[in-house]
């Protein structure tokens, strides 16, 4: 599989990094080098295996479903770049 | 009572317990001794008034017969773990100025052991490197030098600043964490000790996450016994992360008794790379032989898909990186690029990561970003966990076998030169892991032990790995190696 400046485009776009037109060709390259380094994968039979979701056996942990935190407001927002009136603020989303 | 700053949590405990120097003495010792190691760019946010507030209250009770056993040691901590009220960027910039309003746990079990925290400690950014040279603070500098060349070099990474520290003696012990070999690696370049526990022993609640099955803490100290006494202060449940084991910690020091006697050591075959130097051979036929010595079994072992450990991770550990990162976005904290008119949302979250991450951290979340991607998922990522079913299981039929314990060298070479590996492409850093990551990706504990020179006077590391939740055990066996190495090197004082 190779990436073209497109493709690193695409990816550019998809992780919401914005990446200047004549930086892609060497970040294509990059992303060639990495992903020639991971075809070796193919060369495993993974016929039958299982597809890993936790490394140790235990069974996730439940808790009751109620509420136990909440009224933080001030400082949920202490680290906010831009707070105001008790929100986050961001550029308009929507005309 | 002069260089406080050298001594090991063990000594400096018991010199407390008997009066014969106080927290505040220690503390003082360090802070002075960082304020003078400007050079090793190590510490990158001082604590110096709240180090000598927790000293005080660690000299009051101490006058108790109560007192923890960390009570009173200085430590630094690892930019990554969120730290109330004080700066925790996890060497990025689009962390910048974030003080988080809470504690993690590991950090929260050292304080209520009594350790003082004398400040936060350089990183590669997000934990992703293996040279520190990816810090938005700069390089951490080792204090290790090629014989009388003064070229600089690394203290490994990513917890290349914790290295660093605790090899020149700026904090008695340091907490570091370890996704792909971030603990050991940087351990065996410094000559010091550094333990990754099985998954799951520490809570990673509040450590800002690179990639979550894989990442855990742990100590990086000046000696065996040190990482025992201060593993059991980090580890333990906690509710507040689902992955956390709800097992007893044992007093792991208690375990060190020395005796290895009829112990089954496993030598891997595949760990023989092509191009590996001398040294690094010399030194493993040594470790094995001083095992041998000391009364353990040595049986050749198998683990064949070791091969596929590094690409496999560098699916898996990007895959997961790129999901973590997507918080940061430059509205609940850190960074928010400065937008022109007209940006809309879209360019705000595009140009606060453009300049808030680096570029190998850019690099990393955008190959997870493929390998996650509609029409790749399966032929990337669902293969590479598969193979991360493999790799485990390799390691349980060696286990299965009756093996206790696995030796293998901790990285292929010594420290290399800061700015040496610039021009190499990407996947020659990642080599350096290729010894460690397949710990991560079974979710056993590992620990490098220093355990010898390399002819131009650089440390280098024996590792060791165990069974899952036998971390006592595996620090007993360490204990043994120590002992026989009879590693006590340290670097000239040349910052």
């Avoid at chain 2, 979710?443 to 220093?450: C, N």
Wanted: aromatic content about 6%.
């Amino acid at each position: 599989m190779s990436i073209d400046q497109n493709t690193a485009a695409k990816v550019a776009k998809l992780a919401r990094i914005k990446v200047e037109d004549d930086a892609l060709p060497a970040l294509a390259d990059e992303f060639n080098t990495i992903l020639g380094f991971i075809e070796q994968l193919n060369e495993v039979d993974v016929e039958g295996v299982e597809p890993m979701t936790s490394v140790t056996p235990q069974r996730l942990k439940r808790r009751e479903d109620v509420v136990n935190d909440g009224n933080q407001q001030p400082k949920v927002l202490s680290n906010a770049p831009d707070a105001r009136e008790g929100f986050f603020a961001v550029p308009k989303v929507m005309e | 009572m002069t260089d406080l700053n050298k001594l090991g949590l063990a000594e400096a405990r018991d010199l407390l317990r008997k009066g014969e120097t106080t927290s505040v003495e220690l503390t003082q010792s360090c802070l002075t001794a960082i304020d003078a190691a400007g050079a090793l760019n190590a510490f990158v946010h001082k604590t110096p008034e709240l180090a000598m507030e927790r000293a005080k209250a660690a000299d009051e009770r101490l006058k108790g017969d109560d007192a923890p056993a960390m009570c009173g040691l200085p430590i630094g901590i690892k930019d990554l773990f969120c730290t109330k009220g004080v700066d925790s960027q996890a060497g990025s910039r689009i962390l910048e100025g974030f003080k988080p309003e809470y504690e993690s746990t590991v950090s929260q079990n050292l304080i209520d052991n009594g350790a003082v925290m004398l400040g936060k400690l350089n990183m590669d950014e997000f934990a992703m490197g293996s040279s520190n040279e990816t810090s938005v603070y700069g390089n951490a500098v080792s204090p290790w030098r090629r014989g009388n060349d003064d070229a600089e070099l690394t203290p490994g990474g990513s917890s290349g600043g914790s290295a660093s520290a605790v090899a020149a003696d700026l904090c008695l012990a340091a907490t570091g964490t370890d996704t792909g070999g971030s603990i050991r690696q940087p351990a065996a370049f410094t000559g010091t000790v550094g333990i990754k526990p099985t998954y799951g022993r520490c809570s990673r609640w509040g450590v800002v996450a690179f990639a979550s099955s894989l990442d855990q803490a742990g100590p990086m100290t000046k000696s065996v016994r040190d990482a025992a006494i201060m593993l059991e202060a980090m580890c333990g449940h906690d509710v507040k992360d689902s992955t956390s084991a709800d097992l007893a910690v044992p007093n792991f020091e208690a375990m060190l008794t020395g005796d290895i006697k009829g112990k089954k050591i496993g030598i891997p075959k595949e760990y023989r790379m092509d191009g590996m130097p001398g040294e690094i051979e010399q030194l493993w036929a040594d470790g094995t032989a001083m095992l041998k010595a000391a009364g353990a079994e040595i049986v050749d072992i198998s683990l064949p898909h070791t091969k596929y450990a590094l690409p496999a991770y560098y699916v898996i550990a990007p895959a997961e990186a790129s999901s973590n990162l997507a918080r940061y976005d430059g509205v609940r904290y850190g960074h928010r690029a400065t937008l022109e008119a007209g940006d809309g949302i879209t360019e705000m979250y595009e140009k606060t990561r453009a300049e808030g991450f680096g570029h190998e951290v850019q690099r990393r979340v955008m190959i997870g970003t493929y390998v996650l991607s509609a029409g790749f998922y399966d032929a990337y990522y669902n293969r590479a966990r598969r193979v991360r079913t493999l790799i485990k299981k390799d390691f349980e039929d060696v286990f299965a076998a009756g093996v206790d314990a696995i030796l293998t060298p901790a990285t292929p070479s010594a420290a290399f030169g800061l700015g040496e590996m610039t021009d190499a492409d990407p996947v020659q850093m990642y080599l350096n892991d290729v010894f460690t990551v397949t710990v991560n990706l079974a979710g056993l504990p590992g620990i490098s032990v220093p355990a010898g020179l390399d002819a131009q006077g650089l440390p280098l590391g024996l590792q060791l790995i165990g069974k899952p939740w036998e971390e006592g055990d595996l620090l007993n066996t360490a204990y043994a190696l120590e002992a026989a190495a009879g590693f006590v090197a340290k670097p000239g004082k040349w910052w």
